[in-house]
């Protein structure tokens, strides 16, 4: 146990002379890595849709359906009640014709 703490101890202190001796310019560039590591993560991730049990979950929040704001959307899905299906692309002021 003792070994152990005095070898985290060590590896702390190495690592803190290490950063110590860093140029500012080593630091920039970090960060610019950084950065563009972040931005190609946020472009990889994808929006979550809920599947049907959260969905189950959510309207069970929310009280029997329809209880909400009409036409108001869970992430894609609309609220419309009972038998219907996503509005159409007509609704939403797009032509398919």
């Known amino acids: ?14 690592g803190w002379v290490v950063l110590q001796g860093r140029s500012q310019r080593s630091e920039d560039a ?5 950065r563009h590591q972040l931005a190609v993560l946020r472009r ?3 929006r979550p849709w ?7 979950v959510i309207a069970d ?10 036409g108001v ?3 894609g899905v609309a609220d419309f009640g009972a038998g219907r299906h996503r509005p ?6 797009t032509d398919l014709e």
Do not use: K, N, T
């Not at 929040?61 to 009409?70: A, F, K």
């Open 50 to 56: 809920p599947s049907w049990a959260d969905r189950a």
């Open 30 to 34: 970090e960060i610019l890595v950084l």
């Open 88 to 93: 159409s692309a007509a609704a939403h002021g």
């Open 1 to 14: 146990m003792a070994l152990r703490l005095l070898y985290l101890i060590f590896v702390q202190l190495v």
């Open 61 to 70: 929040c929310r009280g029997i359906r329809g209880s909400g704001l009409p």
């Open 44 to 46: 990889q991730v994808g």
């Open 73 to 75: 959307s869970l992430h």
